[in-house]
């Protein structure tokens, strides 16, 4: 059985062929693109489950394909470079990647980046409520559909997920590595800048006033709390 | 054409007489009148010259014909005599008068005509761009615009000479050269030669000479000095021009070096993803006489990673373009930071930051790197099990990062180069890890913080690598 679809998207063909191999080696199919452009086009025919994006490439590039697939789309995308800054990673974040892996990489810490970005909460944790509303926030787990003052909010399944593991945890506050254990998986933690990119999205697009945020606060130094306003 | 109006104008002055005499019979007045209006009619057309010749024929005419005793050049009545001289007197000074007129008015069109000529001179200065061959086109310029036969330009500095037209010989270098410091121009009307130096303030670039004829076409002494401003300013603009360019393709050079780096980087870690992934992922499955070959496969990929790495940093630090992005950062968190990116494996280390330490103004990153070298440095050269100490202190208005090890210590004449690239302790020559360049770049990034690194040692008892960062006012949470 297939451990579910792949859209690699590289101009070097060596890359694209060694990740063939080991993707369909672990049981994922895998289709290939070799520019932004192509990726945009084969996306609706092909419905991955995930796309593997090569940052620095001919034509339209990492971060604007990825912005493209993220109008019109929830798939979970990782970015693949060989920049390793802050800034990069940032940029990455931002422009609506889950993840960033750093290249060259071990297969294994890249299996690991592409199960932690497919990962999605359950549905409807054990025992736990099935909708939340507090202000003008109204969460519903089971469809994960958030509105906010009064409007539909789309979220990534990994801004949802933030979203989610604050609101079980009102009030407390939660630390950077344990939000990102829950949120990505139990090989992240040193990643902090992670959470000041998805929380920041988050806010832009459920708070008021972003810059002031009501609901999502952050503990300086700890992590951050979300508070239930009446 | 000047006999024709001579003739014109004579003719004229008989008509009126032959038609007053012979066909219409008026007084003395009337036709003493209508002889002025012709003499004012001749100067104004033709000038001066032509109204005079006119006004003595005006005067025998009507002497011979109006004045009694009529067909003589005598006069009889002494009112007469007043009468013609007041006529005599009064055709010249109109005529004198008409004439100043039209010297005035045509001065002002000669004005007018080198006004427009050095308006166009400055245009056609304008679109000129860059300082190849300034000079000489600046010639060609003056010349078409001013119609001149022959041009030259003496560019001091360079101790050129620029000509154009046959007959620029005219004015010999010498000329030109004597012209380049005089106070002021000159104006040879006899030889058509005009000269003037060019001058930027009080500093003389060169001299520049019109050679026109007719000599009596030569630009007046004013529109010289214009024409030489202009040829000072059009050098000056054209110098400025060319730094402006220079500094430009150096700010280019500079681009082009770090999208290179860049693009090095790029293009050595692309194959070593294939390879990394490849071997990594047979590994995963590998028979054990297998996994010992491919993990050197797979460690070699690392180094050279890491050397390419190494590479481009070195050569982003010695090209100045380092990129910092500084902000207030606790000494806490880039030692944590640093340790965090050991690998997993490796020694545990002893931090001691001190309590209450202000923020320091740095690049985490950078900072985090250098900590990590000198950590990694100190784990490789000291003993295992020994014990490596990260200590965070404030000195003044500095916070120093220390990194302390039991190692072997180093020599007091190798402590010095230690931060040189490529030099390696002579007790590690031999030792093939590492490229020699980490302790360099660490030089590199403290200094591009505008901070200092040193080593303190005491062979046999072990080293301390210290770096200081400059403090910034707020305290550490």
New interface residues.
Partial sequence: MSAGKILVVDD?P??R???K??LV?HSYEVTEARTGEEALESLPGDMPNLVLLDM?MPGMGGLETCRAIRAGSDIPVVI?S?RN???DKVAALDAGADDYVT??????E?LARIRAAMRRSPSSPEGGPRTYASGDLEIDFETRHVRAQGRDVRLTPKEFDLLRYLVMHAGKPVPHRELLQAVWGPDYG?EPEYLRVFVNQVRKKIEANPSKPKYIVTE??VGYRFVANS | MRALRFAAALLLVAAVLAVYHWAIAVNTVTAALTLLLAILLISTLWGLAEATVASIAAVLGFNYFFLEPIGTLTIQDPQNIVAFLAFLITAVTASQLSGYARRRTAEAEGRRLEMERLYALVQSMMLRGSARNTASEFVQDVMQVFGCSAAAFYYLPGGDVFRSGPLSGAAGDADLRAAAEAPEGSVDRQRGIAIAPVRLGVRSLGSMALMVAPPAALPSEQTLRAIGNLAAIAIERARAFDEASRSESARQGEALKTALLDSL??DI??????????V??LL?GAPANQRELLTII?EE??RL?RLAAEVVAMARIEAGKLHL?KRPVAAAEIVSNAL?ALPADARPVTVNVAAELPLVDAD??FAAQVVKQLVENALKYSPGGSPVVVSAERRDARIVIGVADRGPGIEENERARIFDKFFRGRRHRFDTKGTGMGLAIAKGIVEAHGGRIWVESEPGEGSVFYFALPAIGGRE?
């Fill in positions: 070097d060596q890359i062929r060694v990740m191999a080991t080696g620095n693949l060989v800054s802050e800034k290249k060259p990489f071990g297969i294994e890249l040193d300086p130094w | 980087a790029h870690k692309t194959p070593l993803t294939s390879i990394k992934a490849a990594t992922s995963g797979d990929a690392d990673n992005e965090n985490p990153e949470n």
